[in-house]
């Protein structure tokens, strides 16, 4: 719609510059109009380099998941971020006055579990990914790509059947 009213106002301003080449005012309206529609057509590509900028500063969780057979549990593994190091390992006296080494505390994962029947799983696929909707909020994803033939086999068969088909 906007590329449309870009080109119409400066069509506009091109041909009353034929009939006026003396007015300022038209070639300043063309100009902005051009720049408009250039600013316009190019958005996607700025916002999609921006988003992607953002997202390569982030540092990605890593997910593991497990089926059960009236179950589902998805760990989420949150990685430290770059700029944070690690602590190093403390010693600490014991009872006897001897010291004891004691390791940092690693990130534990994060465990959800999800019951097949009593949680609002749906299952969906398409030709890239197979998702696992939770409640109509949280969409797990499972990128075919990352997923042999028939691993996709089994978790399909298995997803369908369980969130279908309920005991």
Known sequence: MFTAAYLLIMIAGIVAIVFNPTSVILYIAVACCLFGLVYHLTAKSRVRKSIIKTLSKMNPEEYRCTLYKKTIQIETIIKPKEDEEEKSSEAVEDENGGEISVEPKKNAPIKSVFKFGDDLLNFEEDDVSMYLVYNRQQI????????????????????????????
């Open 140 to 167: 797990y994803c499972f990128p075919k790509r990352c997923l042999s033939e028939e691993v996709q086999n089994t978790v399909r068969e298995h997803l369908i059947k369980m969130t279908e088909n309920v005991d």
